[in-house]
């Protein structure tokens, strides 16, 4: 089973570039999470009969958005968190509620739970990563642990965040940088520690100049200067079943790259 992860920055957009239709073809995911789809359902170009489409958008229109097109029918759909969690948090900040801008969307299978993320962005002068650390990292962390309760978890998406040195192209200059900062970093660690494995790097742990996000400025793709900072993740129970890790520095579109996870 071939599971894909791709921050598409604006559905309409990387369909109408045709980006899409070509990566379906050569790729053929059973089951496709999506971020930053910047669309309503309705206002979807998209045409892909072999796939079921489930979408949370956010509240405002042309912002955020996930969505999940599976080949495989899901036992359930879950938008956002659930009332526990939300319950515990405050997501508003000066930006807006980050319960309200379609973040999270999971589906239950048979066996385990795909669950994809576009996790808030720090801001380049730190403005929201308050929010992010405080608030939104607790509350995913509690996400993935009240999931794997029942069955297994396959985690990913756009986290915002580089982990380590190894994960992006300039890490001494961006220390203390958004997507970069010590809080960040440690959130990640600690939503590894809530019993998750990061995919490509545990098959690929010492592989450099390699990675999913690059900046629109300065030529940045074409001299690969970029982060990895969408991630499959996976309860360490599943470790045995993953195939492969994969990351898709050719699939043009975005200025993020599709990730990968093949599993038995």
């Given amino acids: 089973m071939k599971l894909y992860s791709w921050n598409v920055n604006g559905i309409r957009a990387v369909w109408n570039k045709g980006a899409l239709q070509e990566f379906i073809e050569k790729h053929d995911p059973d089951i496709l999470c999506l971020q930053e789809t910047k669309a309503q359902q309705d206002q979807s170009p998209v045409d892909l009969e072999q796939y079921e489409e489930f979408w949370n958008s956010a509240e405002k229109k042309g912002y955020s958005g996930t969505a999940i097109f599976t080949k495989i029918s899901p036992l359930n759909v879950i938008r956002g968190f659930s009332d526990e969690i939300s319950s515990k948090y405050d997501f508003k900040d000066q930006f807006g509620d980050t319960s309200k801008e379609g973040r999270v969307l999971t589906l239950e299978f048979d ?19 308050t929010m992010r650390e405080k608030i939104w990292g607790p509350a995913y962390q509690d996400h993935i642990v009240e999931l794997q309760k029942s069955k297994p978890v396959f985690a990913c998406g756009d986290f915002n965040v580089a982990h380590n040195e190894i994960d992006l192209a300039r890490p001494v200059e961006n220390v203390g940088k958004h997507g970069f900062t010590d809080e960040e970093r440690k959130d990640f660690t600690e939503l590894l520690d809530k019993g998750l494995i990061d995919t490509y790097r545990t098959l690929n742990p010492d592989t450099k100049d390699v990675y999913s996000w690059w900046t629109a400025w300065g030529g ?10 969408d ?12 195939k492969s890790a994969g990351i898709h520095m050719d699939v043009m579109g975005s200025d993020h790259c599709p990730v990968s996870v093949v599993i038995s």
């Fill in 111 to 129: 066996d385990f739970f795909v669950t994809t993320v576009y996790t808030p962005n720090s801001k380049n002068k730190l403005e929201r990563l």
């Fill in 220 to 229: 940045a793709r074409a001299r690969n200067v970029g982060w990895r900072i």
């Fill in 231 to 242: 991630y499959w993740l996976a309860s360490k129970s599943e470790r045995p079943k993953i």
